[in-house]
């Protein structure tokens, strides 16, 4: 009898298009957070609805100590709706998203939101710390090259282990190839499961990498996935989402379109001007460019000339002191002035977080290289040193470095 109306229960809520414990099948899926262009001050909101659903709203405030029984004390907005089509082996998906920009907050507060609407369900309450708006504070983020393959087999233990490894990191910073088909949604909701909450928790930053693309085309996967500045070069819709920075009150994290750089010439000057202009008014005591395509590669039979002649002289013009990037599946750094490896210039870091995996070479450029691993990066900026921790995936310290601001210019210190 008891079986009889436990299978009773379940018909009845699948026929009123509702799952077992009140969760609605209408309920917000794959929640992202993205920092705005003040990070400490914002974060944007994005998720994904059934195409049924067609109210989005966004429930938050400061983080309270007690259960949710007044709603009255947070901020409510609606947010802004995108439908977007994408083709992929010959099947037509549409999708819908709702997304919302959340400014003027109190930088280091923890805030909490919910997402969804009263008919259709809402998320759970969701927490999220902002950086303080001070530039000599300390200030962690984590760095992680190409997810690509695998993602909920093989990759998510890298994430996980990273967010064990410091919980407190103002976010997560993706070097492009996060999927291994940019236009594969099973293979976006891979990378979503193998985050889980932490993508709801902490803001990610992120530049996409070939495999993004198609055709020299950014798949809309993209850009409907994640809400990031439109700060880019002017005018260049190509661009949206790919080519931006992002402001903290320690470091600028400026992302470039590794993808356009090398296919495209018109989109490759646009971008060798608007990062001019970028790094000549940049006023944080730190700078830090992401990108996918490496300056230097790990693999020997890999290079790419277009990119080095392009920017490189612009980098060692304004001394960005870290350049973050991925494509090539192995770990490489070096420092690097205009006579080479050494203890003065610019830091570039290539590493891999997910399982597919190149041959690294021995090459001059390197100070350090390691091939076989999965790996994530730990960056911390406290005054004038920062702090570069390298992991691997069980958690052991690979390979550690500070660097140390003075009148000259960044020094290394190993470590």
């Known amino acids: 009898m008891r079986l009889y109306f436990f299978l009773i229960t379940i018909l009845f809520c699948g026929l009123n298009g509702t799952q077992a414990y009140g969760q609605s099948d209408q309920s917000p899926s794959r929640i992202m957070l993205n920092p705005l262009e003040e990070g400490h001050t914002g974060v944007s909101v994005t998720w994904r609805v059934p195409m049924a659903v067609n109210e989005g709203v966004i429930q938050y405030g400061p983080a309270i100590p007690n259960p949710v029984v007044d709603l009255s004390i947070f901020e409510s907005k609606e947010a802004d709706m995108r439908i977007d089509t994408v083709e992929y082996n010959g099947v037509t998906l549409i999708t819908k998203n709702f997304r919302v920009k959340i400014d003027g907050l109190t930088p280091g507060i923890k805030y909490m939101y919910r997402v969804g609407n009263p008919e259709d369900g809402w998320s759970e309450w969701i927490q999220f710390d902002l950086a303080v708006d001070h530039p000599d504070s300390s200030f962690t983020f984590i760095y992680l090259g190409d997810p690509q393959n695998d993602l909920h087999s093989q990759w998510s233990r890298v994430l996980r282990q990273a967010y064990a490894t410091v919980p407190h990191a103002k976010f997560l910073l993706y070097a492009g190839d996060l999927v291994n088909k940019g236009y594969n949604d ?171 995996m190149y041959d690294v070479g021995d090459l001059d450029w390197m100070q350090k290289g390691g091939s076989n691993l999965q790996l994530y990066q730990v960056l911390t900026t406290d005054n004038d040193v920062l702090q570069y921790r390298s992991y691997t995936a069980d958690g052991k310290l690979y390979d550690a470095f500070d660097l140390q601001k003075s009148s000259e210019g960044n020094i290394l210190i190993e470590k």
């Open 186 to 356: 099973v293979e976006w909701g891979d990378w979503y499961k193998a985050g889980g909450f932490i993508h709801r928790t902490v803001p990610s930053i992120m530049t996409p990498g070939n495999h993004e693309y198609t055709n020299v085309i950014l798949s809309p996967l993209w850009r409907t996935h994640f809400t990031l500045p439109e700060n880019g070069p002017e005018g260049e819709e190509a661009l949206y989402g790919a080519c931006y920075y992002i402001d903290y009150p320690s470091v600028r994290v400026i992302s470039l379109d590794g993808e356009q750089i090398d296919e495209d010439p018109e989109l490759r000057l646009a971008q060798v001007e608007w990062l001019e202009a970028v790094l000549e008014e940049t006023k944080q005591p730190w700078t830090i460019l992401t990108l996918h395509y490496p300056f230097y590669s790990t693999k020997p039979n890999r290079d790419n000339p277009k990119l080095r002649k392009a920017f490189k002289p612009i980098l060692d013009k304004y001394n960005v002191d870290l350049v973050l990037q991925g494509h090539d599946h192995g770990y490489g750094r070096g420092m690097l002035d205009e006579k080479g490896p050494g203890n003065e210039g610019t830091m570039y870091v290539v590493s891999v977080s997910g399982p597919k």
